[in-house]
Structures are given as C-alpha cells and as structure tokens.
C-alpha cells in the first residue's frame, strides 16, 4: 500500500510558477509510474501528465504541453510538477497519484492518490 504527500500549491498571479512536490513511501518507487490530477468545477480532462518508472516516457494534458513539466527523483521517491506561466485555468486541486505499473495512461490505474495541494491563480 502507497502513501502519497503532495505539496507546494498556493496563491500566484497569472504567469508565476510553482512547484508541487509527492513524496511517496509505502512501495518501492521506481515501480510506479506517477501521475498528476486536477480537480474544480469546469475541468473536462483532469489527467494532467505522467511519467514512467525511469522518466522515459511522459504525457501531458494539450493545455499544459510547453508550460508544465512532471520529473521524478526515484532516489528521494518523490515526484515533481513544475508549473510556470500559470493562468487561472489552472486553478484546481491537484493531487498526485501512483499507479502499481511502471507506466500506464489509463487512469484507472492510478490507484493510489495523494490528500490534494490547492493551486489559484489570480488574474
């Protein structure tokens, strides 16, 4: 069984960045394929990116491609999403998520999933 800590959200104005940290304990890391998730009234795709157990193959959702970047440090066991130029689209719960494969887009799989860090961006 997983445990997942997210952290890192806050209050930013449009194009400022964060970083958003998952720590994860409870598995052996690099087994997992790690994912990233938002939530708030008017997303349609909360599946925001992933990454492989070796950082080899990553996804990322068409309205984050060029501003968001999800990396892992399998050493610490924790997972990062860097997000810069943020606007306040992005404004959503995010909480991070593993899956038991070393790398899936099926969200389904995402089994286990962090307590959630809010991100708002003001305009």
């Known amino acids: 069984q997983a445990q997942l800590v997210d952290s890192g959200g806050g209050l930013v104005q449009a194009g400022d960045s964060l970083r958003l940290s998952c720590a994860v304990s409870?598995?052996?890391?690099?087994?997992?394929?790690m994912g990233w998730f938002r939530q708030a009234p008017g997303i349609e795709r909360p599946f925001v990116a992933a990454?492989?157990?070796?950082?080899?193959?990553?996804y990322y959702e068409d309205s984050v491609k060029g501003r968001f970047t999800i990396s892992r440090d399998n050493a610490k066991n924790t997972a990062y999403l860097q997000m810069n130029n943020l606007k306040p689209e992005d404004t959503a719960e995010y909480y991070c998520?593993?899956?038991?494969?070393?790398?899936?887009?099926?969200?389904?799989?995402?089994?286990?999933r962090g307590q959630g860090t809010q991100v708002t961006v003001s305009s």
């Open positions: 409870g598995r052996t890391f690099s087994e997992l394929a």
């Open positions: 998520a593993a899956a038991g494969s070393i790398w899936t887009l099926a969200t389904n799989k995402y089994d286990y």
């Open positions: 990454i492989s157990w070796n950082s080899g193959s990553t």
